[in-house]
């Protein structure tokens, strides 16, 4: 027997399986698409020591599932004002993060027809800083 031949035996046992029968060749896909998708792991959310230019910080996170954080304001000592890039306004009570927003501001007028609507930080962003009123 030529070694072509052979190779080509190999190769035809190899596919034969897959080629004909496709749903009983791979079991542990169907399996693997069949489960529901896994969280993801819990993120690290210890205090980090980093060594910078001049000595160390501490860094603490103090809550978690923020879309783009921007601004800070410090009502008192247990509230934080925190603003989002998309426009809503956050409050975080005792290092917990309330689950909907406390305001979201009103999105911006529709761009005229034909016109192409402004990309990301130019223009179209709704809220950015937040201040407390010293008088609170």
Do not use: Y
Not at 27 to 51: E, F, N, W
Not at 64 to 79: I, K, M
Not at 126 to 134: M, Q, S
């Amino acid at each position: 027997m030529k070694a072509s031949s052979i190779i080509s035996i190999a190769v035809i046992l190899m596919l034969g399986p897959t080629l004909c029968f496709p749903q009983q060749a791979q079991p542990a896909q169907r399996a693997q698409q069949a489960q529901p998708a896994t969280p993801p792991p819990p993120r690290d959310m210890s205090p980090q020591i980093l060594d910078v230019e001049g000595g160390k910080i501490r860094v603490v996170t103090i809550a978690s599932g923020l879309f783009h954080p921007w601004g800070l304001g410090f009502a008192d000592a247990n509230t934080i004002l925190v603003t989002e890039r998309s426009g809503a306004l956050r409050i975080i009570r005792n290092g917990v993060l309330a689950p909907q927003p406390i305001w979201t501001s009103p999105a911006p007028p529709a761009p005229p027809p034909g016109s192409t609507p402004p990309a990301a930080g130019q223009g179209n962003d709704r809220l950015h800083f937040v201040a407390v009123h010293p008088g609170r």
